[in-house]
């Protein structure tokens, strides 16, 4: 059974950083693992994803430049290092998963198709 969960969130003012935590278990090598968030009212979106079995990783262009998603194999944990942070990026940020390829960043998109979540993170950014 596939088990995520998150830390690392916060509230920090805009310009700042914050690097999220998700630990992962029950999963296969070859995973589609990323971040996803929600801000009140919106629809949750993609973030970044990457391919465990690659070094394929995606991102929203919203993030591209000032966020970093990486893995450590060895602690099954997946970082997202989020630098010069803006009060837009304020969210619940979720760890997600799915086996297989990452398909070239559809999923980045398509975040449905992702079938573990965890409960998330919270991230507030103050302006």
């Known amino acids: 059974q596939v088990q995520l969960v998150e830390s690392g969130g916060g509230s920090v003012q805009a310009g700042g950083s914050l690097r999220l935590s998700c630990v992962a278990s029950g999963y296969t090598y070859s995973t589609c693992i990323g971040w996803f968030r929600q801000a009140p009212g919106k629809e949750r979106e993609g973030v970044a994803i990457l391919y465990t079995s690659g070094a394929s990783t995606f991102y929203a262009d919203s993030v591209k430049g000032r966020f970093t998603i990486s893995q450590d194999n060895a602690k099954n944990t997946l970082y997202l290092q989020m630098d010069s942070l803006k009060p837009e990026d304020t969210a619940m940020y979720y760890c997600?998963?799915?086996?297989?390829?990452?398909?070239?960043?559809?999923?980045?998109?398509?975040?449905?198709?992702?079938?573990?979540w965890g409960k998330g993170t919270l991230v507030t950014i103050s302006s």
């Open positions: 997600a998963l799915r086996a297989g390829s990452c398909s070239g960043g559809y999923f980045l998109r398509y975040y449905h198709a992702m079938n573990s």
